[in-house]
């Protein structure tokens, strides 16, 4: 693919007085992309998002949006719609006459803005409700007439400012799978802004975290979660446990990168288990609940063995959450271990041996 | 039951309150023209001679003027500031505010006595405007508490949606912000109004020899016979009060409904 990318934001300063909100934001936003913007509060998400949206000016850099620069454009002229975190209903208006409101300034015959209006609604799951009173109804269908209102004007890119983190806990799942269904459906562009890491990894085709202003890693959900590219992003992104590791003097090899992980024991990894150069002395090894293994049958071969005593329990159901100190490890680690039928939960103060690959552990040097 | 001292007290408070009130029609209708019990017996003639009373029509026609102005002035006033204030960030907004709400616990004698002193040093003759500018400064607080909780009740990123669709400003205040804010206009009209008709002290000091109703019927104070007579017409004004007062809140409860959200108690 050798097009430019929808969206090209270039450098993008914001001040608000002395206050750094956005330091040098580069990313590019693919067309048909469901691309997130994930990041604890105060990161400038929110703010990154308005500036495309336009209602945030920006102090330096730029936001183009099909090969079009933004600046000085207002948000009325610009090819987006945006779903607020409040959803903005018009309390005083109809469920039709909101999800139309986008449609008054277009040349449409009242039958063919009437039907468009129709489609949308539709197109939510709302096609019954356009006569409602939009004070009348719930969070969730609250939600779908904002999306129906965006989306009527057909915009090549649709902005969502954390939709769903008014949505209760059900709601908010379902919400999800109806989002991505609905953004492969009409193929448009979508910027969700969200600080719940789930919802990214769930939704979106790329993620970009950011923290204090700056992307910190932008990447695919997956790539994002196997391979984080800092101890931060690794903590924000699920959960990660982190071991004292020492890469040896004879360090950096053709072969690999030689390290002694605390717990663990000796192993060698790839370069591209290292985010950034990989330099003798101290550093630290992360490693997912899941990437290491509860051997429950002591019998079973493994390439890479360790032990250690289990000293929390945490049942979730689906998944037992296991709180183990691994033998010269100076604090424990999460291990997680799916509950099949026939297995066994362990007991707190058991020995367990685990089983782990050097392929799922990333060294931050 | 150790709630009963308690209801006594507020019966007793309510009847202290609102006795003398009461009295105004009383004695309105009553065929005689001494204020005293016994009652005389029924009459309309005290509200006949308020017809035919043309100091009576010029005071009338005076206050209506004095009214309606204040309100319109103080509620277009009141209509900025209270944008302002719950829009804009900007240096010194809680001391511009405080300043401009001000004048609701200033005394309103003091307020008159200043007002005729500096009318007097620029050489401006008391009159209607006279009166009309001293309503307007201490009906303002009022309409700006009420358009005040209006807008604070108004989502901020309404305007924005509607912008984001496509309308321009203009056409964001017309369709989104006027509607959602005119019940808490035509209340703080009606409120604005009613404290412009009701008002003695800035009237009487302002008033030149353009009496209002309120100065009108003080005057009338001096003459016993016209007692009755000024009981009736206190009775017409009690009844014009209450009246625009509830329409005023029944206006803020629709707005509040239409906004889709709880009454907090209100203003009033």
Known sequence: MTDAPLIEIEGVEKYYGDYHALRGITAGIGAGEFFSLLGPSGCGKTTLLRAIAGFEDISAGRILIAGRNMDGVPPNRRPTNLVFQSYAIFPHLSVAENVGFGLRRAEMSTADKRRAVGEALEMVGLGQYGGRAAHALSGGQRQRVALARALILKPKVLLLDEPLSALDKKMREQMQVELRRLQRQVGITFVLVTHDQEEALIMSDRIAVMFEGEIAQLDAPEALYRRPASRKVGEFIGMMNFLPAQVGVSGVTQGGIAVEVAGLGPTVLQSAQCPGAARPGAAEVGVRPESLTVLFDEGTPAAHRATGRVDEITYYGDMTYYEITLEGAPKSVQVSARNMPGRRLLDRGETVALAWDPSSLVLFC | ?268
């Open chain 2, 1 to 268: 039951m150790t709630a009963r001292p308690l209801f006594i007290f507020a019966g007793l408070y309510l009847l202290v309150l609102y006795a003398p009130i009461v009295l105004l029609p009383l004695f309105a209708f009553n065929d005689g023209t001494v204020i005293a019990f016994p009652l005389q017996g029924f009459t309309l003639d005290w509200f006949a001679a308020l017809l035919d009373t043309p100091a009576l029509h010029d005071a009338t026609l005076n206050s209506l003027i004095i009214a309606v102005s204040t309100a319109v002035f103080a509620t277009t006033l009141g209509l900025f500031a209270a944008r302002a204030a719950t829009r804009y960030r900007f240096p010194l907004k809680g001391g511009i505010v405080g300043f401009i709400m001000l004048p609701l616990v200033l005394p309103e004698v003091i307020v008159a006595i200043s007002l005729l002193v500096v009318l007097m040093q620029i050489g401006i003759d008391p009159g209607l405007w006279t009166i009309i500018l001293g309503h307007t400064l201490i009906s303002t607080p009022f309409a700006i508490a009420i358009l005040q909780g209006s807008f604070s009740n108004m989502d901020n990123s309404l305007e924005e949606a509607a912008i984001d669709l496509g309308e321009t400003r203009w056409g964001t205040f017309r369709l989104i912000t006027l509607p959602l804010v005119t019940p808490g206009i035509v209340a703080s009209l009606l409120i604005c109004f009613t404290i412009s008709l009701d008002e003695f002290i800035i009237a009487f000091f302002l008033s030149g020899n353009a009496p209002t109703l309120p100065v009108y019927l003080w005057g009338q104070l001096r003459f016993p016979a016209r007692l009755p007579v000024v009981m009736a017409l206190g009775t017409i004004l009690v009844a014009l009060s209450v009246i625009l007062l509830m329409i005023a809140e029944t206006y803020r409860r629709r707005g509040l409904r239409r906004a889709g959200l709880k009454d907090t108690g209100g203003f009033l």
